[in-house]
């Protein structure tokens, strides 16, 4: 028989016998009115997972994951304000449930079940995805099993004492808020959650204040893989700078009051807590999960026997609150509700089409004070002496930090942080001098966590900031990638764009140093970038370049709400002369502030019309190079500098070489997963068969003279140009 209705069955069965287990006497200083409110929301919980397999069944309902055996969530939730932001883990239906009773005019049955649906008028994501979530309960939706969630927490909590400080425009949270997360036993164990947890602590052991709950909701189970039992709370419970607490989370009473004095801490003393609460697991993992294929008979029997809803109607009986009939009654009233609603919900229209699916990727516009700009006696007392120098040519590195202290002298919500970009300045002096400009609030130094670096930017974003992280070399990404990947570039998909998380994510990368870091430092992949939907790469060749596309690419994210990657070239950094020592040649004057260039805006140098050369970064400084040479050789050579890799600009790519004979694409990333690839692609699906590619071989890159053994070389260039054209 199916476990679901087993559970159903020894519930009615032990109500009618008054068969209830044993347990503590219930506080009496929480109302009986209360501790029926509570269970009503618990019960709804229960009723919406049975609901949820009746409408799978049916083939009208979609992802049965259920909250069965977490109900004393709905405890945590009463103990907490709808002000306060929650992250949710996946089994917490009933703590939704017991927010929306705070909040006037919520629909929960009706909201919940067309979210079971995948229907198109789903509240939170409009049919996108099974999530929790609601934008008038101040839940943002949660996909996660891996507690990918948690850093963004993190850097929520500290997004509000921040805004005390120095208030954004789009501020969200109160001054008196605290951030909750919630996740799994199992999950708790994940680098994800390891990480974040320890960067509460870090920032928590510094006084810095972190107003973060972090609730464990226990189970003893990771889907088929136990936890140990103890294990949580040896791990979690002596941690410097985190306070914690636990509670029986089958007592709704005691969860409740030991839930009050977690966020109570949290509120008054402004430093996160641990709150782990113990529950059980009912109906197996998901609707697809036979329990029995891995667990012990006695153990599942045992879990069942502890339900939740059990132990509630002993404490509504013992306290007077309600009689286990009353109780009864209002399971099955639920029941019935939810069936009637169900029966509607199953009519509602899903998505049905790509646009539809779609619709949100990109995430919607949003209206921000017009600004003139930094004032010239706000920038001459920021920049001093260096006001003179931007008239003079000047490196990339140089150009970017100012273009970035020009950025925020006119917005007092961007955020600077990152590994060494405050004192230090940055390992390559890109944000020197920042902090001392702008106080350390706004350029912060921040622990060696990319993951933690990247949460911290989507948790100010979701409280009105406009975050530039820094991840110091490209290769560094790769161990935080989901939080991209998974995280911000999803946020705006599942919340029907009702959530964003905009920000411009620095990163230094790309081939070519001299003698310095091999693989490590010199990353020449983008594959895991390139294919994440919405997701805007923007990779300059020059300074003037760079600080015009940063200026856009703030602007898209102030402004549109979008996830934007700048990728530096790191070897460019410092780059002068193009074709000899001393001619200072691929070095340039600091452009306006005002002057930006728009995304999917391309170079072009040239008008020749034998070859056109389609490059960025570093291929477009070793392209320039080599057109002096094809030049010389009688080959009329147009230069195209990509600048903005994704989305890929086709239509002014098509534009800027129709009128070229051959298109050559150089691409210092590898062969296979590159630009190049999808350039090539492009091209073909043009009509143009008269195309060729330089690329960087498939290998990782070697530290000393053999930097640039496996990358594209000016020789390559030439080489590959005279061939085309002569082919």
Known sequence: MDRAVIVHENFLRRLAADDLPSGPAPDPGIPKTKLTELFRSQVLSRQLDRTSRAMQASGKGFYTIGSSGHEGMAAVAEALRPTDMAFLHYRDAAFQIQRAAQVPGQSPVWDMLLSFRAAAADPISGGRHKVLGSRALNIPPQTSTIASHLPKAVGAAYSIGLARRSTPEHCHLPDDSIVMCSFGDASSNHSTAQGAINTACWTSFQSVPLPVLFVCEDNGIGISVPTPRGWVAANYSNRPGLRYFSCDGLDMAQTLRVSQAAADYVRRTRKPAFLHVTTVRLYGHAGSDVEMTYRDKAAIEASEANDPLLHSARILRDSGANTPMEA????????????????????????????QVMARIIPPARACAPTNGPTPDARAGVFGNDIKQMKEPQPMNRLIGWALADLMLEHGEIIVAGEDVGRKGGVYGVTQKLQNRFGPD???????????????????AHNGFVPIPEIQFLAYLHNAEDQL?????????????????????????????????????NDNSLAVLRDIPGLIIACPSNGADAAMMLRESVRLAREEQRVVVFLEPIALYPMRDLHEAGDTGWMTSYPAPDRRIALGDVGIDGDGTDLAIISYANGYFLSTQASKTLKEIDIDVRLIDMRWLAP???????????????????????????????????????????????????????????????????????AAATTLVAS
């Open 442 to 460: 706004r350029v912060i130094d921040t622990l060696l966590d990319e993951q933690s670096i990247l949460g911290l930017a989507m948790g100010m």
């Open 328 to 355: 009864l009654e209002i399971y099955h009233e639920t029941e019935q509700t939810c069936s009637r609603v169900s029966q509607e919900v199953m009519k509602q229209e899903t998505l049905v089409n790509s646009e």
């Open 485 to 521: 990947r998974g995280e911000a570039a999803t946020l705006s998909f599942f919340s029907d764009g009702q959530y964003t998380n905009p920000m411009v994510l620095r990163i230094a990368g790309l081939g070519y140093q001299k003698g310095f870091g091999g693989h490590f430092h």
């Open 648 to 718: 890929m600009p086709i239509n002014a790519l098509l534009e800027a070489t129709k009128d070229c004979k051959n298109v050559l694409i150089v691409d210092e990333c590898r062969s296979t997963g590159s630009q190049s690839e999808g350039l090539m692609a492009m091209f073909a699906e043009a009509g143009r068969t008269r195309v060729a590619r330089v690329t960087a071989q498939d290998s990782f890159i070697a530290t000393g003279p053999a930097y640039a053994a496996t990358l594209p070389s000016t020789a390559e260039i030439i």
